[in-house]
């Protein structure tokens, strides 16, 4: 029997299929002959078994990468059923459930584990992995890596290197949402062969797509409109807001909808407990932001309305994906308002620190000596810069061959023993029991837990601050103390002598102002989208670089309903009475809001580090501007005061 036919019969026995989906087979038939591939794959169009059933034939353990512990929690619960020998490491785990992992992971009675890009890439957990045989790293979401794409995340650009560090056999890249450049600059990363990137095209005949021209106002009448129209079934209506999700929600409540409200301003047990009710329900609506959706597997879902306008083409392709999976028509509809133009554009403007912010993290970072570390969020609350954007800085640092990390690491740790010291030291020689003896002398005593202030430790101890962390883990992986860490930093080392600091600042600037422009870029498109005259499908279509043979025939524009001229935005220019408003916080004197480019993030409403750190976002003047576009506030702050802008 061929290696073809195995995995066919894996599929009948344990997965319940009796066919492979487009593209599957392909996938498969590369990882069998071991060569690494590259699944474009849609929403919805069956990536995760391109791994899972692999797994049961490769001899090694199969590593998935994934960022979303929703999928993860899913996935497993779905191979355990099956009696697959699955498991995760993840933040929800409890340090039990975490030594139980690790215990059957260096057993090796694991065939897949689940973790994290950030566990995968930092910290001593490529060590763990070191002495297993990786059959199959797969990294799910991978457009993650590529600068181009339109969710770039700094520590998946660290995976290529760990693939090689770990000595994968293959290795499985997979996206819902690749355009051809981000295509390439994966398969680049991950060295693999342009005939091994399988697509399988991002066309979905069953979803029928509108976009609507119309107002700000005129949007609530609209949705209610077409829910009462349609016969009921499951809905996620897309907003880009909190405050929106909640105040949708609730008038579609008050007409007798069963509505609810999803962001990630719920708390773990409100959003699971919706997530739940959603998958089981035949009628909820979801009213949500972008935090809802990812690993969402639902098959009936008859309706995604997008209440505001995507803030990409990618993210717009994603989340009418998670319609009518079961081939059915579903009805995907965008309301599209000038507004919201204004409110993405702000975001991305926001998101931008200005020349000076990354001129002084620069000097600070890269003015420490060979060796150093640093904590993302001091950084961030000294110099005003989002924790994601100073991520994104190092990283850029990284890529561009000044320093490379070392390792994460956490400055304070809290244990609590589980048996008596003298118990615990017992087990070991007279050498390792004298070194355990000393940490546990510096660790101050509270109630219950224990304090060690790791880098004390080490200086008073003259061990090294991994030894004590590496011995601390151990003991808690053998169960004799309970640890709790804190205080997370990263560890660096130059490459680069003496680098131009100042260019190197300027570099990064031009890099940020450059993903400012790409991000406003993506905005437009989907204006342009919108806008359009032609096939919204072939448009779409078009952009992912598959070319449609014919028009669809179903879309708003191919069914003849042309609309009328985007309505602009109410143009309004600050005027006296925000003048005023802008005098009086000036007055208040507020350290946060020192600059006019802070004035004007927070006039637009756009919390920083140090506008929530002073609980400025309950001002009554916070968001004051906030369908004013970004640039126009900066003028207006600037003009009102000329003083040199900071962070």
């Known amino acids: 029997?061929?290696?073809?036919?195995?995995?066919?019969?894996?599929?009948?026995?344990?997965?319940?299929?009796?066919?492979?989906?487009?593209?599957?087979?392909?996938?498969?038939?590369?990882?069998?002959?071991?060569?690494?591939?590259?699944?474009?794959?849609?929403t919805g169009g069956g990536k995760s078994l391109c791994y899972q059933l692999p797994a049961l034939l490769f001899d090694g353990l199969t590593v998935v990468v994934s960022p979303l512990i929703a999928l993860m929690k899913d996935q497993?619960?779905?191979?355990?059923?099956?009696?697959?020998?699955?498991?995760?490491?993840?933040?929800?785990?409890?340090?039990?459930?975490?030594?139980?992992?690790?215990?059957?992971?260096?057993?090796?009675?694991?065939?897949?584990?689940?973790?994290?890009?950030?566990?995968?890439?930092?910290?001593?957990?490529?060590?763990?992995?070191?002495?297993?045989?990786?059959?199959?790293?797969?990294?799910?979401?991978?457009?993650?890596?590529?600068?181009?794409?339109?969710?770039?995340?700094?520590?998946?650009?660290?995976?290529?290197k760990v693939a090689d560090e770990l000595r994968a056999d293959r290795v499985l890249a997979l996206t819902a949402t690749a355009t051809p450049e981000v295509a390439k600059a994966i398969a680049r990363a991950f060295?693999?062969?342009?005939?091994?990137?399988?697509?399988?095209?991002?066309?979905?005949p069953n979803l029928f797509l509108h976009a609507t021209h119309c107002r700000e106002h005129q949007r609530l009448a609209l949705l209610m409109d077409r829910l009462k129209e349609r016969a009921p079934g499951p809905a996620i209506v897309y907003v880009t807001l909190q405050r929106t999700a909640e105040d949708v929600a609730a008038a579609l409540?008050?007409?007798?909808?069963?509505?609810?409200?999803?962001?990630?301003?719920?708390?773990?047990?409100?959003?699971?407990?919706?997530?739940?009710?959603?998958?089981?329900?035949?009628?909820?609506?979801?009213?949500?932001?972008?935090?809802?959706?990812?690993?969402?597997?639902?098959?009936?879902?008859?309706?995604?309305?997008?209440?505001?306008?995507?803030?990409?083409?990618?993210?717009?392709?994603?989340?009418?994906?998670?319609?009518?999976?079961?081939?059915?028509?579903?009805?995907?509809?965008?309301?599209?308002?000038?507004?919201?133009?204004?409110?993405?554009?702000?975001?991305?403007?926001?998101d931008t620190p200005t020349p000076e912010?990354?001129?002084?993290?620069?000097?600070?970072?890269?003015?420490?000596?060979?060796?150093?570390?640093?904590?993302?969020?001091?950084?961030?609350?000294?110099?005003?810069i989002r924790p994601l954007v100073v991520e994104t800085l190092l990283?850029?640092?990284?890529?561009?061959?000044?320093?490379?990390?070392?390792?994460?690491?956490?400055?304070?740790?809290?244990?609590?023993?589980?048996?008596?010291?003298?118990?615990?030291?017992?087990?070991?020689?007279?050498?390792?029991?004298?070194?355990?003896?000393?940490?546990?002398?510096?660790a101050r005593k509270a109630a219950t837990w224990f304090t060690l202030d790791v880098p004390a430790a080490a200086?008073?101890?003259?061990?090294?601050?991994?030894?004590?962390?590496?011995?601390?883990?151990?003991?808690?992986e053998q169960g004799d103390l309970v640890l709790k860490v804190a205080g997370a930093r990263r560890g660096y080392r130059m490459i680069v002598d003496a680098p131009d600091l100042d260019c190197l600042a300027a570099l990064m600037s031009a890099r940020f102002l450059d993903r400012e422009r790409r991000d406003i870029d993506r905005v437009r498109l989907v204006v342009d989208y919108a806008r359009a005259t032609d096939c919204l499908t072939r448009r779409l279509l078009t952009y992912f670089g598959e070319d449609l043979p014919a028009d669809c025939g179903h879309c708003d524009r191919c069914l003849g309903i042309i609309p009328s001229p985007l309505p602009p935005a109410t143009a309004r220019a600050p005027g006296p009475t925000e003048s005023r408003r802008l005098a009086d916080l000036r007055a208040e004197g507020h350290l946060a809001l020192a600059t006019p480019r802070q004035q004007t993030r927070f006039l637009c409403?756009?919390?920083?580090?140090?506008?929530?750190?002073?609980?400025?976002?309950?001002?009554?003047?916070?968001?004051?501007?906030?369908?004013?576009?970004?640039?126009?506030?900066?003028?207006?702050?600037?003009?009102?005061?000329?003083?040199?802008?900071?962070?």
């Open 459 to 476: 200086r008073a101890s003259g061990e090294s601050r991994g030894r004590i962390m590496t011995a601390l883990h151990y003991l808690e």
């Open 357 to 384: 912010a990354v001129a002084a993290l620069v000097h600070e970072l890269l003015g420490q000596g060979t060796t150093f570390d640093v904590s993302t969020y001091e950084l961030s609350q000294e110099h005003d």
């Open 76 to 160: 497993i619960d779905f191979l355990t059923r099956h009696g697959v020998a699955a498991a995760r490491l993840d933040s929800s785990l409890d340090a039990a459930e975490a030594r139980q992992v690790l215990a059957d992971l260096r057993a090796g009675k694991l065939k897949l584990l689940y973790v994290s890009p950030e566990r995968l890439a930092g910290g001593r957990f490529p060590g763990t992995l070191a002495g297993q045989s990786i059959a199959l790293l797969a990294v799910d979401e991978a457009h993650c890596i590529s600068e181009w794409g339109h969710n770039f995340r700094p520590e998946y650009m660290k995976l290529a």
């Open 191 to 204: 060295r693999i062969d342009q005939a091994d990137v399988i697509s399988t095209g991002f066309h979905r």
């Open 605 to 647: 409403g756009l919390s920083s580090p140090a506008t929530v750190r002073a609980k400025l976002t309950r001002h009554p003047t916070f968001g004051l501007l906030d369908d004013v576009s970004f640039a126009r506030v900066l003028v207006f702050t600037n003009s009102e005061d000329h003083t040199s802008e900071g962070p």
């Open 253 to 350: 409540s008050g007409e007798g909808f069963d509505a609810v409200a999803y962001h990630a301003g719920l708390d773990a047990d409100r959003r699971h407990r919706l997530q739940d009710r959603f998958m089981a329900s035949r009628s909820t609506i979801v009213v949500a932001t972008i935090a809802f959706g990812m690993g969402i597997d639902k098959a009936d879902i008859r309706a995604v309305y997008h209440y505001n306008l995507p803030k990409s083409l990618e993210n717009y392709a994603q989340e009418i994906g998670r319609a009518g999976r079961d081939g059915q028509d579903a009805h995907c509809e965008v309301f599209a308002c000038a507004k919201d133009v204004t409110t993405l554009e702000n975001f991305s403007y926001g």
């Open 395 to 442: 990283a850029y640092l990284e890529l561009e061959g000044v320093m490379e990390a070392t390792g994460a690491f956490f400055s304070e740790v809290k244990f609590q023993p589980a048996r008596p010291s003298a118990e615990i030291l017992a087990r070991f020689d007279a050498d390792r029991a004298a070194f355990l003896r000393q940490i546990f002398r510096q």
């Open 1 to 42: 029997m061929s290696q073809i036919d195995d995995a066919r019969q894996v599929l009948r026995e344990t997965f319940g299929f009796e066919d492979f989906r487009d593209g599957q087979g392909p996938v498969l038939d590369a990882l069998l002959a071991g060569r690494s591939t590259l699944a474009i794959f849609p």
